[in-house]
Structure formats: C-alpha cells, structure tokens
C-alpha cells in the first residue's frame, strides 16, 4: 500500500523566464552552499605579480627587523573558491502561478517576509536547468532596495596579496 502525503504541493514549479518578475514571496527553501571556481591562469598571474611584491617585502623586512610578515595560504586553499550561500525561494504571480529563484548570498534576516509583495531582477544562471538568480529586489511591501552580496574571487583572494600583486605589477 502506498501512502501519499496530501501535504505536498504537485503543481509544476516554474522557473521565471522575464528579466523582471513581480509576485508575492511564499517561502524560502532551506539553504545551501556552492564554491566559486579559481580560474588557474587567473590564480597564477596574481601568484607571479605578488611573488615580486614579496621579493620587495623581504628587503624591506631586512632593513626593518620589527616588521612581521603574515601568514601565507597554500596553492591547495588558494585553488579551493570561496563558498556562498544559495537559498531557492518560492514565489506566486498574480495569477497564482508557482515559481522559483534562487538567492546567492545573504540579506538582512527581516528584509523579507512570506506574502511580501516584491520586485526581482533575475539573471539566467550558466547552467540552464538552475532557476534564475535574483541580481535586485525591491519590497513594494516596505519599500526597501536590497541587493544580495556573494564572495568573489578578489574577496577570496584577500586585499593583502592583491595589494602586493599591484606592488609587484608596478616593479
């Protein structure tokens, strides 16, 4: 005997195919975590710019005794992108339609609530069976502007190494 759960939703969840799409959020979905990829080239020409900064750090070090250096990464964590929060999110059209988005990053725990009437700029994602990624949203319920921040791969990179990459570009 097979027993159905009548609590499941089995209309068809659409993904929004407008770049704008206005609707009333449901519920968001529970999270989860996906990594950035590091492009090697990418990686080894920021590597080879900041190697001769570290070069110029090390006279430096030599000439000041008191000046400590940080700690470095490895090629391993180097390699290894950052991760950022996607959270899918639930949204009905006025007429009634169920669809869903993804959030990549985080906002404000009260920016939004379900039955919010909201606004979102959507972006297709690179793989087109994913749903669209929300870029902005604008609560019409509160009328608050909110836009999503995810890592990147200059955040992941770090000011410090970016810094010595220029310094050693400038040499």
């Not at 969840?13 to 492009?39: C, N, S």
């Not at 379900?114 to 606004?119: I, L, R, S």
Request: positive net charge; charged residues 20%; aromatic residues 4%.
């Amino acid at each position: 005997m097979v027993v159905m759960d009548s609590g499941l939703d089995t209309r068809r969840i659409a993904h929004p195919t407008r770049r704008i799409f206005t609707g009333r959020l449901v519920r968001f979905l529970e999270g989860y975590t996906r990594e950035i990829a590091v492009g090697k080239p990418v990686l080894i020409a920021v590597l080879a710019a900041a190697g001769v900064g570290a070069l110029l750090m090390l006279v430096v070090r030599a000439v000041l005794p008191g000046s400590g250096g940080g700690t470095r990464r490895r090629w391993k964590d180097l390699t290894k992108g950052p991760e950022y929060l996607v959270t899918p999110v639930r949204l009905r059209d006025n007429t009634g339609g169920l669809y869903e988005v993804e959030l990549h990053g985080h906002l404000p725990q009260s920016a939004l609530h379900p039955a919010d009437h909201v606004q979102l700029t959507l972006r297709p994602q690179r793989d087109p069976d994913l749903p669209p990624r929300i870029e902005r949203i604008v609560n019409l319920t509160t009328g608050q502007l909110l836009t999503p921040r995810t890592a990147t791969l200059w955040t992941h990179l770090g000011p410090p190494l970016l810094l010595q990459a220029v310094l050693g570009v400038l040499l």
